[in-house]
């Protein structure tokens, strides 16, 4: 049972444009989540996180907009920049499970030139 | 300050054999958490340990066992292996402060098994 849904596995994008990446989940028991990326032959690197009693966070040029009647969550980056080209999994997590953490299936994001 | 190490970072093994894989946290880094990476699964989680004590478990057999080190270091170790445990296992350390479940992880870069 994939608690944490990735359901686009790619998106492509052209550079300085923005980059929307989409996360849903069927737990509503979570109430932390986050987003990593993911270069080829490293471990993810956190990215940006929101508390299930936020509906917005913002990093710079990220922002993640947590809709939790939806159970849904997206990742938004602007102005989208080559080096962004990764694989972006969403996490989620109860604050009191110990680190057990759920995550999606990652979208591979390809920022074009 | 040194990051997540993994060792080895590759490993081929043939079915039935067993592995051991090592990880070390970052210096101070008390939780220490196993993960295997699949295509079209994601990140599965295995397991989370602190001060050399298991907390969580995710939904694998018991071929897949893990122990942590008064150092915090920490090994997992899969037996009698199969095809499809080949895979990228990762290690996640965090300073596991409060509340549990929040913390950032700081992954290492994961030791590649292929089993034949």
């Known amino acids: 049972d994939q608690q944490v849904k990735q359901n686009s596995p790619s998106l492509s994008v052209q550079e300085g444009r923005i980059s929307i990446l989409n996360c849903d989940y069927t737990?509503?028991?979570?109430?932390?989540f986050l987003w990593y990326k993911k270069y080829p032959a490293e471990g993810p690197t956190f990215l940006i996180s929101?508390?299930?009693?936020?509906d917005k966070n913002e990093d710079g040029r990220f922002t993640v907009f947590l809709n939790k009647s939806a159970k849904h969550l997206s990742l938004h980056i602007v102005p989208s920049q080559p080096g962004d080209s990764a694989v972006y999994f969403c996490?989620?997590?109860?604050?009191?499970?110990?680190?057990?953490?759920?995550f999606g299936t990652g979208t591979k994001l390809q920022v074009i030139p | 300050k040194a990051g997540v190490t993994q060792t080895p970072r590759y490993l081929i093994k043939t079915r039935g054999q067993q592995v051991t894989l090592s990880c070390s946290p970052i210096?101070?880094?008390?939780?220490v958490s196993w993960y295997q990476q699949t295509p079209g699964q994601g990140l599965q989680f295995l397991f989370e340990?602190?001060?050399?004590?298991?907390?969580n478990k995710g939904n694998f057999p018991g071929r897949f066992s893990g122990r942590q080190f008064s150092n915090s270091r920490s090994e997992m170790n899969v037996s009698t292996l199969e095809l499809g445990d080949s895979a990228l296992y990762l290690c996640?350390?965090?300073?596991?402060?409060?509340?549990?479940?929040?913390?950032?992880?700081?992954f290492g870069p994961g030791t590649r098994l292929t089993v034949l």
């Open positions: 996640a350390s965090s300073l596991a402060g409060v509340p549990p479940g929040t913390d950032t992880q700081y």
């Open positions: 737990n509503s028991m979570f109430d932390y």
């Open positions: 929101i508390s299930s009693i936020k």
């Open positions: 996490a989620a997590s109860l604050s009191g499970g110990y680190q057990k953490v759920t």
């Open positions: 210096s101070g880094h008390r939780s």
């Open positions: 340990y602190f001060s050399e004590t298991q907390r």
